[in-house]
């Protein structure tokens, strides 16, 4: 215990004579934080630009025109007087879908024919060019059940009978802890940890390789009482502390002041953010020990630790993804950070049913003794090395 | 005149060391060659191999059917009918599904109160209620599309019944539902899916980070070992800077040309993304690009003091990147700082650029603000790069540079 501590002071005078790391990551952190709550504070992009192609010039097609534009979802930017130009607006991203009203449609409308409207989205750009969609189907469907008012009411029906032969069917939708299908929690919750984690990642690899690059090792090691559990604990815990401290600032941020839906215990969330830093550093000690050359070992890291966010799976649901791809994803800790976020704070779980989780967060812990094991051995045949020097 | 000639020959001369220096540190260099060639080409590959399923298909959900009636279960039918989700549970309560939801058996719960079929058979309005998952939005979007096109089916089925019971048939009766019919087409991206979506976006930013990252480290690597900003050779020492800066771009210009043709032409027709871009068109916008990302990445590089920094530097901007570029949130609604912030990055305007052309089939002239900007971050950033690397040389005068 007393080799731990001394290790643990060590590692803080370490901190204290160039904090230049732990500055630039924890500014980084809090840049991450910044971005992404102010970057996306709408929630859902509101206001979306679109185009009319009004070949009509009607009664009808100004009207529509208003209608759309007085929608929360979408602005019409623009009235374009063919199909063309409102393509090549497209590309330009000028707007993310138009409504094409081709000519003759009043009259057709008075006539009881069947005019078509086209309606184009851009499905390239995935959320703006389905919100977009969604706002216009949602007035090209109002548009017919305009009409069909109308002539109902002229051949008599009462305003009950005419609801129900417009709308039959009614879908109440509840989206379960995040009602406003706000974009904000869906990303933020998981991907803003995760940043947390593959700094702590990196710069574990980067603390433990840089001991045997500056040949410290056995320094570090005596201290330690010549125990790599106690000296890697010692080392690591400092930035265990830091990382998770404000990880926990950055939820009491996400759930308190931005309101996100937190049904389970907070403390919870905490206690799984704390494994979680935890699993990453020994992720990290484990590379460290499996790649003793300081240049390969972070560009490793680097590459693993930018998988974690696709097979964290919050975008992209990892049952989607091939079998193999399903196994792969067990190795990323942030994987079952987000599982255990999901089950704590969107459904409100109790602890019988995320222990799992947890439980597999403390598995990496596992690939952290290997990873000392590792080290030791790096570390005792460095000595060896130069005894025979000597 | 003469004077003017050897000028010329000496500085090609000059650069063409440089340019052979730059590629002998790159191809001696594990990192750099693990993160030039193997990270450019893995990347795409583990990218193509997660986002291989475009939309998600057969999502479990759990209905409980309070109603028991004919409406009511054939809307459960068709429901598992429906390509997006799959009825796997039937469920006696509301609490049982709630159940099932909580152990992630289920993604999605359709309840049906018990005065649906009453109130369908009144000719009201029935309401049935959906309970949608939403630790992913890809959940959601399946749940719900399934649930309203069985919806949109129902609707006109059960409109038809009613106005045969007040005598309206046949093509009337078709033309009173739906007065004013519209057909959707959905652009560039057919089937509307993730895939086609994201994989091009990830594909340009594989390019810019992988050179950002690769000259961060390199520029680091030269610090570390007590260099200025680069290593030059000996009889450069402060003359003519432009000369280190163009033969270093070309080293990276060289690499990265047949990295660009394999990542951004042949990956997009080997995984089936969108393609439908002119390749002349392609080819003229990926040289500012790279040329753009290459002074870019000099300019931050020279500020990179260790090797390790540039790659966290990196690895955080990667995902911030992604956000500016305005793939996944929209340009439009982007706060005013954050779209005037993302100008500064040649991802930004390359990531646009390339999704426009190559997924959505657009002209150079459609992309013209894009292709200029490029340009002018090019020159601008390669001038910023000569003068900080002008400065250096300068002040680090003492310094040993040698080859």
Known sequence: ?390 | MKNFWHNITSGLKDIYDVFTLELYRIFTDGGVMLIFFVGSLLYPLIFGAIYKHECIRNLPVAVVDDSQSAPSQRFIHELDATPEVNVNYHCNTLSEAETLMRQRKVNGIVYFPNDYSDRLAKGETARLCLFCDMSSFLYYRSVFTGASSVMLDEMKHIELERYAMAGVTGQDAETAITPVPYEDVKLFSPAGGFTSFLVPALLALVIHQTMFLGIGILSGTAREEGQTVAIVPERLRNRSVYRVVIGRSLAYLMIYIPLVAIDLVLLPRVFGLPHIGRLDDLCLFFLPFLLATIAFSMTVGSFVRQRDTGIIVCIFFSVVLLFLSGVVWPRSNMPLFWKYFSYLFPSTHGIQGFIRINSMGAHLKQVQFEYQMLWVQSGLYFLITCLLYRVKFFKYEDRAVCI
């Open chain 1, 1 to 390: 215990m007393k080799h731990l501590w001394n290790c643990f002071c060590r590692e803080l005078g370490l901190i204290k004579e160039s904090p230049r790391y732990l500055i630039l990551l924890t500014a980084g952190i809090l840049f991450s934080y910044v971005f992404f709550l102010t970057f996306m504070h709408e929630g859902q992009p509101e206001n979306l630009p679109i185009a009319v192609v009004d070949q009509d010039g009607s009664y009808l097609s100004r009207r529509l025109c208003h209608e759309i534009d007085a929608t929360q979802g979408v602005d019409v930017v623009a009235v374009y007087n063919s199909h063309s130009e409102a393509r090549e607006a497209m590309q330009r991203q000028e707007i993310f879908a138009f409504l094409d009203i081709p000519a003759g449609t009043y009259s057709e409308v008075l006539d009881f024919k069947t005019p078509h409207l086209a309606l184009y989205s851009n499905n390239a750009y995935l959320l703006a060019g389905t919100l977009s969609y969604k706002t216009l189907s949602t007035i090209g469907k109002l548009t017919s059940a305009a009409v069909q008012r109308e002539v109902m009411r002229k051949k008599g029906y009462s305003e009950d009978q005419i609801m129900g032969m417009i709308q039959p069917i009614e879908i109440d939708a509840h989206l379960i802890s995040n009602p406003w299908g706000s974009y904000l929690p869906y990303v933020l919750t998981t991907m803003l940890p995760g940043i947390i984690g593959v700094m702590a990642l990196l710069l574990t690899v980067y603390l433990v390789t840089n001991e045997y690059k500056l040949k410290t090792e056995k320094i570090w090691l005596s201290t330690a009482g010549d125990n790599m559990l106690n000296a890697l604990i010692g080392k690591l815990l400092p930035y265990t502390c830091w990382f998770t401290l404000i990880g926990i600032i950055g939820n009491i941020v996400m759930f308190g002041f931005s309101h996100f839906v937190c049904l389970g215990s907070f403390f919870a969330l905490s206690v799984a953010l704390l494994l979680f830093v935890m699993a990453m550093q020994a992720m990290g000690v484990f590379l460290a020990g499996l790649i003793p050359d300081q240049h390969l070992a972070v560009s490793v890291a680097a590459i693993y630790g930018m998988l974690s966010f696709s097979m964290s799976g919050f975008s992209y649901p990892v049952v989607s993804m091939s079998p193999a791809l399903q196994a792969f994803s067990y190795v990323f800790p942030l994987r079952h950070y987000y599982l255990t976020y999901a089950d704590v704070a969107m459904f409100g779980a109790t602890f019988t049913q995320y222990w799992s989780h947890l439980c597999l967060l403390l598995c990496f812990l596992m690939a952290g003794c290997i990873g000392g094991m590792l080290l030791n051995r790096w570390a005792k045949s460095n000595s060896n090395d130069a005894a025979i020097e000597c």
